[in-house]
């Protein structure tokens, strides 16, 4: 799990697919995005734009995957995405079509808040997450959520 804002990208070298995610990100008006499902040049990256109203953490549920990394970026309003890894944790259904473990309730061991355009949290599979989750109160936030097929 990675976190941190878009303008600090250059400090880190990057997996070339989530270098790929994060350009993509700062060369397009994501702001000006409707939400829904986008291709990229990339036949294993795919785009979706979320926009929703945030809920209470015992509203949302732990998800995980197998072959993809997740790649959060907010674009505006606040979210909170808990993460934790999935080891000993256990699953009650596997989607393989959409390659999302459900996991059963448990805590957190990092709790990750996106407050600000371009804020970032990257999970990697196996990384159990939470989305979606008020940071102080109820809003509406749009988020950019790449997904990489690292079985591609």
Known sequence: MISMNIRDINDLSW??????????????????????????????????????????????YWQAHKNHIDV?????????????????????????SGDTMMIEETRPNNINLLTKYGDIVICYPKEAHKTGIHVELQNKFKVALFKIDINR
Request: proline residues 1%.
């Open 72 to 96: 959060y970026i907010l674009i505006h309003g606040q979210e909170r995405i808990d993460v934790k890894n999935i080891e000993g944790l256990k699953m009650y259904h596997y989607d393989r």
């Open 15 to 60: 997996n070339e697919d989530i270098k790929y995610c994060l350009d993509f990100f700062k060369n397009n008006d994501m702001a000006n995005f409707a939400p829904g499902d986008y291709e990229t040049d990339k036949a294993y990256v795919s785009l979706r734009i979320d926009e929703y109203e945030t809920q209470i953490a015992q509203d949302r």
